[in-house]
Nanobody, 119 residues
């Protein structure tokens, strides 16, 4: 079983920056794609950014040119550098990983970390 633990959330003023981390742990696992999702109160969970094990990256339209996703495969850790934060970025941010299984992939989720951006 794979556990994902996010860290780095908090309160920041508009225009500020935060860096989120997601560390994966467990025994004998391999991860393909990883991603960050967010869910604001009253809204559906949405993709923020994703990155494959080979480094292919995809961003949600609302965060392009402001957020940067990266990962360290050796450390099984993924990062999200968030710059020029806006109040509308306020949400719980979740880490997601596609864990390789013999039958395909198993989706693993972290517990979430709250990001609050004040105006």
């Amino acid at each position: 079983q794979v556990q994902l633990v996010e860290s780095g959330g908090g309160l920041v003023q508009a225009g500020g920056s935060l860096r989120l981390s997601c560390a994966a742990s467990g025994s004998s696992f391999s991860i393909n794609a990883m991603g960050w999702y967010r869910q604001a109160p009253g809204k559906q969970r949405e993709l923020v950014a994703s990155i494959t094990s080979g480094g292919a990256i995809n961003y949600g339209d609302s965060v392009k040119d402001r957020f940067t996703i990266s990962r360290d495969n050796a450390k099984n850790t993924m990062y999200l550098q968030m710059n020029s934060l806006r109040p509308e970025d306020t949400a719980v941010y979740y880490c997601n990983a596609a864990v390789v299984r013999s039958y395909g992939y198993l989706a693993a989720w972290g517990q979430g970390t709250l990001v609050t951006v004040s105006a």
